[in-house]
């Protein structure tokens, strides 16, 4: 069974880093591109990132490109999420997400979700 | 960035009723890499639909999508009680993906 747990969320002040993990199994990770995906309290979902299955296609939502960080670590079957500069506008609970299709050379969509972690950035 | 434009905002609808949903896109997606998600309160969202039209593993038949180009259609032909949910598409033409800003399905 897919199991993605997400954890590193927490309360945090503006300007400040907070770095998300998200541990993977029941699946062979290296097969398969991973996301991240954020959704604010009562709002609707936001793609914030995607890596590939071999990390060498990267891409970023325009509003975290230059403060977020997306990194995967295959010893440890781990995706990451390295947040800096944090803005109040970045509360939300951030989703790990498997990508649907295996052993593409790129990043597609989401498909298997964990629970998400939350963010809040607040004084 | 393509944006998607959802519409309408929430739809009332019986369960038995067909529900159509709407989704428009500010560029064309010429390779209809358009998906659809469901998801539920306080749960992780669903893939539904990819490719505009192809069900994801495991989604009932009375979930459809049809459309190309800019305009893109998820239809459930006869609403069960927990297809009650708010739905959402994504595009995967281009980077920056980019979510729409969803569609509630509510019971009338």
């Known amino acids: 069974e897919v199991q993605l747990v997400e954890s590193g969320g927490g309360l945090v002040q503006p300007g400040r880093s907070l770095r998300l993990s998200c541990a993977a199994s029941g699946f062979t990770f290296d097969d398969y591109a991973m996301h991240w995906v954020r959704q604010a309290p009562g709002k609707g979902l936001e793609w914030v990132s995607g890596i590939s299955r071999s990390s060498s296609a990267i891409a970023y939502a325009d509003f975290v490109k230059g403060r977020f960080t997306i990194s995967r670590d295959y010893t440890k079957n781990s995706l990451y999420l390295q947040m800096n500069s944090l803005r109040i506008e970045d509360t939300a609970l951030y989703y790990c997400?498997?990508?649907?299709?295996?052993?593409?050379?790129?990043?597609?969509?989401?498909?298997?979700w964990g629970q998400g972690t939350l963010v809040v950035v607040s004084s | 960035e393509i944006v998607l434009t959802q519409s309408p905002g929430t739809l009332s609808l019986s369960p038995g009723e067909r529900a159509t949903l709407s989704c428009w896109a500010s560029q064309t997606i010429s390779n209809n890499y358009l998906a659809w998600y469901q998801q539920k309160p306080g749960q992780a969202p669903r893939l539904l639909i990819h490719g505009a039209s192809s069900r994801a593993t495991g989604i009932p038949d009375r979930f459809s999508g049809s459309g190309s180009g800019t305009d893109f259609t998820l239809t459930i032909t006869r609403l069960e009680p927990e297809d009650f949910a708010v739905y959402y598409c994504?595009?995967?033409?281009?980077?920056?993906?980019?979510f729409g800003q969803g569609t509630k399905v509510e019971i009338k």
């Open positions: 997400a498997r990508d649907y299709f295996p052993s593409g050379p790129y990043y597609y969509i989401p498909d298997k």
């Open positions: 994504l595009q995967y033409e281009r980077s920056p993906r980019t």
